[in-house]
Protein backbone atom coordinates (compact mmCIF):
# COMPACT_ATOMS: atom_id res chain seq x y z
CA UNK A 1 0.00 0.00 0.00
CA UNK A 2 2.98 2.24 1.17
CA UNK A 3 4.43 1.62 -2.08
CA UNK A 4 1.53 2.39 -4.07
CA UNK A 5 0.74 5.28 -2.68
CA UNK A 6 4.34 6.51 -3.52
CA UNK A 7 3.34 5.45 -7.41
CA UNK A 8 0.34 7.53 -7.15
CA UNK A 9 2.18 10.53 -5.46
CA UNK A 10 4.91 10.40 -8.29
CA UNK A 11 2.07 10.26 -10.86
CA UNK A 12 0.11 13.35 -9.08
CA UNK A 13 3.83 15.53 -8.70
CA UNK A 14 3.93 14.84 -12.40
CA UNK A 15 0.80 15.57 -13.87
CA UNK A 16 1.16 18.59 -11.90
CA UNK A 17 4.20 19.68 -13.62
CA UNK A 18 3.92 18.34 -17.05
CA UNK A 19 0.35 18.90 -18.19
CA UNK A 20 1.15 22.85 -16.84
CA UNK A 21 3.67 23.28 -19.02
CA UNK A 22 1.91 21.40 -22.09
CA UNK A 23 5.69 19.61 -22.37
CA UNK A 24 3.42 16.05 -22.34
CA UNK A 25 -0.16 14.69 -21.67
CA UNK A 26 -1.19 11.36 -20.17
CA UNK A 27 -4.02 10.07 -21.88
CA UNK A 28 -5.46 6.45 -20.59
CA UNK A 29 -7.35 4.16 -23.17
CA UNK A 30 -11.29 4.78 -23.31
CA UNK A 31 -11.05 7.51 -20.75
CA UNK A 32 -12.89 10.78 -21.51
CA UNK A 33 -10.91 13.83 -21.86
CA UNK A 34 -9.90 15.52 -18.80
CA UNK A 35 -10.70 18.66 -19.68
CA UNK A 36 -12.53 20.94 -17.27
CA UNK A 37 -15.96 20.57 -18.94
CA UNK A 38 -15.40 17.12 -18.87
CA UNK A 39 -14.63 16.88 -15.58
CA UNK A 40 -17.44 19.33 -14.90
CA UNK A 41 -19.95 16.83 -16.30
CA UNK A 42 -18.83 14.10 -14.30
CA UNK A 43 -18.18 15.61 -11.04
CA UNK A 44 -20.24 15.51 -8.01
CA UNK A 45 -18.68 18.52 -6.64
CA UNK A 46 -17.56 21.57 -8.40
CA UNK A 47 -16.54 25.05 -7.70
CA UNK A 48 -13.56 27.34 -7.04
CA UNK A 49 -11.09 26.77 -4.44
CA UNK A 50 -7.78 28.50 -3.80
CA UNK A 51 -5.20 26.59 -3.60
CA UNK A 52 -1.26 25.99 -1.59
CA UNK A 53 1.11 25.07 -3.53
CA UNK A 54 4.57 23.58 -2.34
CA UNK A 55 6.00 26.89 -2.25
CA UNK A 56 3.39 28.40 0.20
CA UNK A 57 1.69 30.14 -2.82
CA UNK A 58 -2.13 30.27 -2.74
CA UNK A 59 -3.12 30.04 -5.95
CA UNK A 60 -6.80 30.37 -7.92
CA UNK A 61 -7.99 26.88 -9.27
CA UNK A 62 -11.67 25.29 -10.45
CA UNK A 63 -12.01 21.94 -8.88
CA UNK A 64 -13.93 18.76 -9.47
CA UNK A 65 -14.64 16.08 -7.36
CA UNK A 66 -15.04 12.95 -9.62
CA UNK A 67 -16.57 9.92 -8.59
CA UNK A 68 -13.13 8.04 -8.87
CA UNK A 69 -11.40 9.30 -5.65
CA UNK A 70 -9.98 11.56 -7.90
CA UNK A 71 -9.45 15.48 -7.55
CA UNK A 72 -8.58 17.42 -10.36
CA UNK A 73 -7.76 20.94 -10.86
CA UNK A 74 -7.74 23.61 -13.39
CA UNK A 75 -6.46 27.05 -14.00
CA UNK A 76 -10.25 28.06 -14.93
CA UNK A 77 -13.16 26.16 -15.87
CA UNK A 78 -12.66 26.34 -19.80
CA UNK A 79 -9.09 24.88 -19.66
CA UNK A 80 -8.44 22.03 -21.60
CA UNK A 81 -5.97 20.33 -19.31
CA UNK A 82 -6.00 19.77 -15.88
CA UNK A 83 -3.52 21.67 -13.48
CA UNK A 84 -2.89 18.45 -11.39
CA UNK A 85 -5.35 15.18 -10.31
CA UNK A 86 -4.81 14.40 -7.12
CA UNK A 87 -6.01 10.44 -5.97
CA UNK A 88 -7.91 10.96 -2.87
CA UNK A 89 -7.52 7.08 -2.17
CA UNK A 90 -4.95 7.18 0.50
CA UNK A 91 -5.78 10.98 1.73
CA UNK A 92 -8.45 9.69 3.97
CA UNK A 93 -8.17 12.70 6.40
CA UNK A 94 -9.80 15.71 5.83
CA UNK A 95 -9.92 18.32 8.41
CA UNK A 96 -11.09 22.03 8.16
CA UNK A 97 -7.68 23.58 10.09
CA UNK A 98 -8.05 27.44 9.89
CA UNK A 99 -10.56 29.83 8.27
CA UNK A 100 -12.46 28.69 5.27
CA UNK A 101 -8.90 25.82 4.71
CA UNK A 102 -9.36 22.17 4.01
CA UNK A 103 -5.99 20.04 4.43
CA UNK A 104 -6.01 16.77 2.68
CA UNK A 105 -3.97 14.77 4.48
CA UNK A 106 -2.60 10.45 4.75
CA UNK A 107 -2.13 8.41 7.39
CA UNK A 108 0.97 8.24 9.61
CA UNK A 109 2.59 5.13 7.95
CA UNK A 110 1.71 6.51 4.18
CA UNK A 111 4.24 9.52 4.17
CA UNK A 112 2.71 11.93 1.13
CA UNK A 113 2.37 15.43 1.24
CA UNK A 114 -0.40 17.10 2.44
CA UNK A 115 -2.83 19.71 0.22
CA UNK A 116 -4.31 23.03 1.32
CA UNK A 117 -7.84 24.16 -0.49
CA UNK A 118 -9.54 27.48 0.64
CA UNK A 119 -13.14 28.16 -0.09
CA UNK A 120 -14.27 31.32 -0.49
CA UNK A 121 -16.27 31.39 2.47
CA UNK A 122 -17.40 29.08 5.48
CA UNK A 123 -20.71 27.36 3.45
CA UNK A 124 -18.50 26.42 0.97
CA UNK A 125 -15.57 25.26 3.02
CA UNK A 126 -18.11 22.91 5.07
CA UNK A 127 -19.87 21.69 1.55
CA UNK A 128 -16.48 20.45 -0.23
CA UNK A 129 -14.89 19.22 3.56
CA UNK A 130 -18.28 17.05 3.04
CA UNK A 131 -17.83 16.17 0.02
CA UNK A 132 -14.35 15.05 -0.36
CA UNK A 133 -15.12 12.65 2.90
CA UNK A 134 -18.50 11.20 1.45
CA UNK A 135 -18.52 11.74 -2.21
CA UNK A 136 -15.97 9.04 -3.17
CA UNK A 137 -16.54 6.32 -4.94
CA UNK A 138 -15.59 3.64 -2.83
CA UNK A 139 -17.69 5.32 -0.06
CA UNK A 140 -20.45 5.62 -2.08
CA UNK A 141 -20.51 2.12 -3.12
CA UNK A 142 -19.55 1.20 0.28
CA UNK A 143 -23.03 3.46 1.61
CA UNK A 144 -24.86 1.56 -1.74
CA UNK A 145 -24.01 -1.88 -0.47
CA UNK A 146 -24.80 -1.02 3.03
CA UNK A 147 -27.61 0.53 2.02
CA UNK A 148 -29.04 -2.26 0.19
CA UNK A 149 -28.01 -4.73 2.92
CA UNK A 150 -29.97 -2.62 5.48
CA UNK A 151 -33.25 -2.17 2.95
CA UNK A 152 -33.03 -6.18 2.18
CA UNK A 153 -32.94 -6.75 6.09
CA UNK A 154 -35.57 -4.24 6.77
CA UNK A 155 -37.90 -5.47 4.11
CA UNK A 156 -37.21 -9.47 5.87
CA UNK A 157 -37.83 -7.53 9.40
CA UNK A 158 -40.71 -5.75 7.73
CA UNK A 159 -42.32 -8.84 6.47
CA UNK A 160 -41.70 -11.19 9.49
CA UNK A 161 -43.35 -8.37 11.11
CA UNK A 162 -46.25 -7.82 8.97
CA UNK A 163 -46.48 -11.64 9.64
CA UNK A 164 -46.82 -11.27 13.54
CA UNK A 165 -49.23 -8.69 13.00
CA UNK A 166 -51.81 -10.41 10.69
CA UNK A 167 -51.30 -13.30 13.42
CA UNK A 168 -52.00 -11.11 16.21
CA UNK A 169 -54.80 -9.19 14.44
CA UNK A 170 -56.43 -12.99 13.17
CA UNK A 171 -56.11 -13.79 17.38
CA UNK A 172 -57.55 -10.58 18.27
CA UNK A 173 -60.68 -10.86 16.15
CA UNK A 174 -61.07 -14.58 17.53
CA UNK A 175 -60.85 -13.44 21.14
CA UNK A 176 -63.04 -10.64 20.22
CA UNK A 177 -65.93 -13.03 18.52
CA UNK A 178 -65.40 -15.32 21.75
CA UNK A 179 -66.20 -12.23 23.96
CA UNK A 180 -69.25 -11.14 21.96
CA UNK A 181 -70.53 -14.63 22.40
CA UNK A 182 -69.46 -14.78 25.74
CA UNK A 183 -71.26 -11.43 26.28
CA UNK A 184 -74.52 -12.54 24.18
CA UNK A 185 -74.90 -16.05 26.47
CA UNK A 186 -74.08 -13.52 29.55
CA UNK A 187 -76.85 -11.68 28.38
CA UNK A 188 -79.50 -14.59 27.33
CA UNK A 189 -79.17 -15.94 30.99
CA UNK A 190 -79.86 -12.79 32.68
CA UNK A 191 -82.86 -12.17 30.51
CA UNK A 192 -83.70 -16.21 31.23
CA UNK A 193 -83.39 -15.52 35.07
CA UNK A 194 -85.18 -11.84 35.02
CA UNK A 195 -88.11 -13.85 33.79
CA UNK A 196 -87.85 -17.01 36.40
CA UNK A 197 -87.48 -14.07 38.99
CA UNK A 198 -90.30 -12.45 37.80
CA UNK A 199 -91.90 -15.69 37.44
CA UNK A 200 -91.26 -16.82 40.91
CA UNK A 201 -93.19 -13.31 42.12
CA UNK A 202 -90.81 -10.54 41.55
CA UNK A 203 -91.95 -7.89 39.68
CA UNK A 204 -90.86 -6.24 36.62
CA UNK A 205 -89.45 -3.38 37.47
CA UNK A 206 -87.36 -4.93 40.04
CA UNK A 207 -86.42 -7.51 37.90
CA UNK A 208 -85.19 -5.23 35.08
CA UNK A 209 -83.02 -3.44 38.13
CA UNK A 210 -80.75 -7.29 37.99
CA UNK A 211 -78.14 -5.78 36.16
CA UNK A 212 -75.46 -9.21 37.26
CA UNK A 213 -76.62 -12.26 37.09
CA UNK A 214 -75.03 -13.32 39.89
CA UNK A 215 -77.45 -10.60 41.12
CA UNK A 216 -80.17 -12.51 39.16
CA UNK A 217 -79.19 -15.77 40.66
CA UNK A 218 -79.18 -15.03 44.29
CA UNK A 219 -82.51 -13.72 43.87
CA UNK A 220 -84.22 -16.93 41.68
CA UNK A 221 -82.32 -19.60 44.04
CA UNK A 222 -83.98 -17.21 47.16
CA UNK A 223 -87.36 -17.27 45.30
CA UNK A 224 -86.87 -20.91 44.97
CA UNK A 225 -86.20 -21.31 48.43
CA UNK A 226 -89.22 -19.66 49.50
CA UNK A 227 -91.65 -20.93 47.39
CA UNK A 228 -90.41 -24.57 47.92
CA UNK A 229 -90.71 -24.18 51.58
CA UNK A 230 -93.90 -22.67 50.97
CA UNK A 231 -94.86 -25.78 48.56
CA UNK A 232 -93.44 -28.04 51.52
CA UNK A 233 -95.99 -26.02 53.95
CA UNK A 234 -98.86 -26.56 51.57
CA UNK A 235 -97.85 -29.84 50.83
CA UNK A 236 -98.20 -30.85 54.75
CA UNK A 237 -101.36 -28.81 55.43
CA UNK A 238 -103.07 -30.62 52.25
CA UNK A 239 -101.95 -33.65 53.85
CA UNK A 240 -103.58 -32.80 57.30
CA UNK A 241 -106.35 -31.46 55.53
CA UNK A 242 -106.08 -34.98 53.73
CA UNK A 243 -106.02 -36.87 56.64
CA UNK A 244 -109.12 -34.83 58.77
CA UNK A 245 -111.63 -35.11 55.63
CA UNK A 246 -110.70 -38.73 55.78
CA UNK A 247 -111.44 -39.41 59.70
CA UNK A 248 -114.49 -37.42 58.88
CA UNK A 249 -115.55 -39.72 55.96
CA UNK A 250 -114.91 -42.50 58.25
CA UNK A 251 -117.03 -41.41 61.26
CA UNK A 252 -120.13 -40.79 58.75
CA UNK A 253 -119.63 -44.03 56.50
CA UNK A 254 -119.75 -45.16 60.21
CA UNK A 255 -122.66 -43.54 61.50
CA UNK A 256 -124.50 -44.39 58.22
CA UNK A 257 -123.94 -47.67 58.97
CA UNK A 258 -125.04 -47.64 62.38
CA UNK A 259 -127.85 -46.30 61.23
CA UNK A 260 -128.86 -48.55 58.48
CA UNK A 261 -128.26 -51.39 60.54
CA UNK A 262 -131.49 -49.90 63.08
CA UNK A 263 -133.38 -49.36 60.43
CA UNK A 264 -133.43 -53.19 59.19
CA UNK A 265 -134.22 -54.14 62.76
CA UNK A 266 -136.90 -51.81 63.07
CA UNK A 267 -138.41 -53.26 59.50
CA UNK A 268 -137.89 -56.89 61.22
CA UNK A 269 -140.06 -56.50 64.31
CA UNK A 270 -143.03 -54.23 62.24
CA UNK A 271 -142.45 -57.83 59.97
CA UNK A 272 -143.51 -59.97 63.02
CA UNK A 273 -145.96 -57.72 64.24
CA UNK A 274 -147.70 -58.23 60.78
CA UNK A 275 -147.43 -62.16 60.31
CA UNK A 276 -148.81 -62.17 63.95
CA UNK A 277 -151.56 -60.17 62.72
CA UNK A 278 -152.27 -61.81 60.10
CA UNK A 279 -152.37 -65.60 61.66
CA UNK A 280 -155.11 -64.24 64.39
CA UNK A 281 -156.95 -63.11 61.30
Not at 1 to 28: D, Q, V
Not at 71 to 82: C, G, P, R, V
Not at 177 to 199: I, K, M, P, W, Y
Request: charged residues 30%; hydrophobic residues 35%; aromatic residues 6%.
Amino acid sequence: KLRFAEMMNSLTTGLAGGLGSNNTALTIKSSPPKSAAVARRLGVHIGCLTKRNEQHQWQRRYCALVPQTLLYYFDTDYSDNARGIIDLECYTDVEIVAKNTIRLSTPPDIPLRSFFFRADNEEQCAAWAAALTRERYFVVADERDAYQKLQSDFQKESSAVAEKVEKLREEIALKRGQVQAAELRQHDALQTLREQAVSLGLSADAAASLRDAKDAVREVAHRLHYHMRRASHLEGAIEAIREEHWVKRKKIVEKEEAVGDGDDDDDDDSQDKGDDNNNKG
